[in-house]
């Protein structure tokens, strides 16, 4: 027998204390998301902007090669991946930023894959009560 098929999973992201909104998070597009985690759009990250924004300079080799000319020592983003503070504040609307200007012409079948949203679980637990342990 089959099982149900269920919506896409959903959460909240509480708003900031400089926020008055919460962002949801959910398997929204790609189009205008620019990281529901800065309050600036909805939804996770991409993985393409995801990964630019937790590999260092090094790893280049790891990520699509169209993308691998944000990181490189005089490309846009080599203050992030070359410099020896590589976590400035507007890290990720600048990676999300650099990606979308670098757009998708010239990727490769694979490229695309690798850097496209698949299906999302979101698995996790709440433990009322308020009083301790587990």
């Known amino acids: 027998r ?8 959903r959460y909240v992201i509480p708003a900031s204390s400089s926020s008055s909104s919460s962002s949801v998070v959910g398997d929204e597009g790609r189009d205008g998301d620019t990281g ?7 939804g996770p990250l991409p993985p393409d902007v995801f990964s630019l924004c937790l590999l260092p300079g ?18 846009p983003l080599s203050d992030i991946f070359h410099d020896s503070d590589p976590s400035p504040s507007d890290l990720v609307s600048r990676v999300t930023e650099a990606v979308a200007k670098a757009g998708r012409k010239g990727w490769t079948k694979e490229e695309e894959e690798a850097a496209s949203r698949g299906p999302m679980v979101v698995f996790g637990s709440f433990r009322g009560g308020g009083g301790g342990g587990g």
């Open 36 to 42: 529901g985690i800065t309050g600036a759009g909805r």
């Open 58 to 75: 090094e790893a280049s080799k790891y990520v699509p090669r169209p993308l691998r000319v944000l990181m490189a020592e005089n490309g």
């Open 2 to 9: 089959n099982a149900p098929s269920l919506p896409p999973p």
